[in-house]
């Protein structure tokens, strides 16, 4: 069964520096990974997605995430944090099998000025 | 704008009560899914349809039933027999790209 793991339930970081949220999956074959923001009582937002090829993606709002096959990890960065950065983020993992994708449990991420 | 829309945002349910939650996208997606979110415990399955008519059970479908009698539509019925329906109930659909779009989620309470 596939499964996603966000070690870090809450991270505070000051405005400007950098960022990077952990995720590590367990899945047999090669994944599909997303990393989603959620905003207080809102739904999810897709930041950004990796199904193949370059192991580098680019997202929205200046996120990225690398794909790393050998330690099953795909952490979000962000070279400079902005207020507005301060949310719930949530890894998720996909298969073409079950169309269903499985969530990590959330990192909340704080933002001091 | 094409998009999901869930309703109501906010209900109130008494203990015993059945409560439907309605789902509806105008994004011409064959998927859709619930998914109920809990503090700390990320996104959990309950049920998805891959195409009209069509629907299997997720990780957590006790209490719950759905539908899928429109390729726009899926509601979701929390039913008495589940023991803590108190959460954040969220609808997604996807054109099989893997790529869930969400609605804003509807927020039920137990009283």
């Known amino acids: 069964a596939q499964s996603v793991t966000q070690p870090d339930i809450h991270i505070t970081v000051s405005e400007g520096a950098s960022l990077e949220l952990r995720c590590n999956y367990s899945y047999g074959a090669t994944p599909y990974l997303f990393w989603y923001v959620q905003s207080p009582g809102q739904g999810l937002q897709l930041l950004l997605k990796y199904f193949s090829g370059d192991t580098l993606v680019q997202g929205i709002k200046g996120f990225e995430a690398e794909f790393k096959r050998s330690q099953s990890s795909f952490n979000l960065r962000k070279p400079s944090v902005h207020w507005s950065d301060a949310a719930e983020y949530f890894c998720a993992v996909g298969s073409t099998g079950r169309r269903a994708l499985t969530f990590g449990s959330g990192t909340r991420l704080q933002v001091q000025p | 704008d094409g998009g999901i829309t869930q309703s109501p945002k906010y209900l109130f349910r008494k203990e015993g009560q059945n409560v439907t939650l309605s789902c509806e996208q105008n994004l011409n997606h064959d998927a859709m899914y619930w998914y109920r979110q809990d503090p700390g415990q990320g996104l959990r399955l309950i049920y998805y349809?891959?195409?009209?008519?069509?629907?299997q059970k997720g990780d957590i479908a006790e209490g719950y039933s759905v539908s899928r009698e429109k390729k726009e539509s899926f509601p979701l019925t929390v039913t008495s027999a589940q023991k803590n329906p108190t959460a954040f109930y969220l609808c997604?659909?996807?054109?099989?790209?893997?790529?869930?779009?969400f609605g804003e989620g509807s927020r039920l309470t137990v009283l």
């Open positions: 349809s891959q195409i009209v008519n069509d629907f």
């Open positions: 997604a659909s996807t054109q099989n790209t893997g790529e869930l779009f």
